[in-house]
């Protein structure tokens, strides 16, 4: 079983279940999910990151110990702290940038990357390396609680079709709370480009080494 790492503290059952639930819709796995304390607003810079960090790794410790867990995911675009997990547990860590980089680059050549803060994540940015096309925000909608305004799918479809129109074709999420708005939905009949989605990015990676 996936176990998920949640970089937004949430007591909503149902907002925290969300990537597990789609990824049991869109690959038919059950995942456990754990969220950090105290950070209402999740990651959206340098100094909520550095806060995270140690929560995200006592996560993982936490998740490994249960012993029905075979890999863990830190479900955001960042990846905080994924070095660190990946020395701290024996078992495989996941991070949800890393995977949807790898998932963007092999379906285009000029990947248009959608998210919240200021710049790509470095850890996306790096391996997108020269196929990497430009980063769009919408500026009303900088961080994961934002998302929820009843504005925020046309605001960020707004960015998008820039990015396409500029010459993007592909547009990668830099944001895991786009996949509980389902912001991919949304755009994927609006769009002349695919859009790579961050969960389904992890879903696809875990079911590559997924233990029967």
Same mark, same amino acid.
């Given at each position: 079983m996936l176990? #998920? #790492?949640?970089?937004l503290s +949430? +007591? =909503?059952? *149902?907002v925290l279940q969300e990537h597990a639930r789609l990824m049991e819709e869109s690959h038919g796995f059950s995942a456990h999910t754990e969220c950090i304390a105290d950070q209402p607003h999740g990651i959206y810079d340098d100094a909520s990151e550095a806060t995270a960090v140690p929560k995200i790794i006592e996560l993982a410790h936490k998740l490994e110990a249960r012993g029905d867990i075979d890999a863990v995911s830190i479900s955001c675009a960042a990846d905080p702290a994924l070095a660190a997990a990946r020395e !701290?547990?024996?078992i495989p860590v996941l991070g949800a940038g890393e995977c949807g980089a790898h998932a963007a680059m092999m379906v285009a050549d000029k990947v248009a990357v959608i998210g919240i803060s200021d710049d790509t994540p470095p850890r996306m940015r790096a391996i997108l390396g020269d196929r990497f096309h430009s980063y769009r925000v919408s500026e009303r909608h900088r961080r994961s609680t934002d998302l929820f305004a009843d504005d925020a799918l046309e605001s960020l479809h707004v960015e998008a079709q820039h990015a396409v129109n500029e010459g993007a074709n592909a547009i990668l999420f830099a944001c895991t709370g786009f996949s509980t708005i389902g912001l991919k939905d949304y755009l994927a009949p609006r769009? $002349? !480009?695919?859009? #790579? =989605?961050?969960? $389904?990015? *992890?879903?696809? !990676?875990?079911?590559? #080494? *997924?233990? !029967?």
């Open positions: 176990g #998920i #790492i949640r970089v +949430t +007591t =909503d059952e *149902q !701290a547990v024996r769009l $002349q !480009a695919p859009v #790579i =989605d961050l969960v $389904q990015a *992890q879903a696809n !990676a875990y079911s590559l #080494i *997924q233990k !029967a």
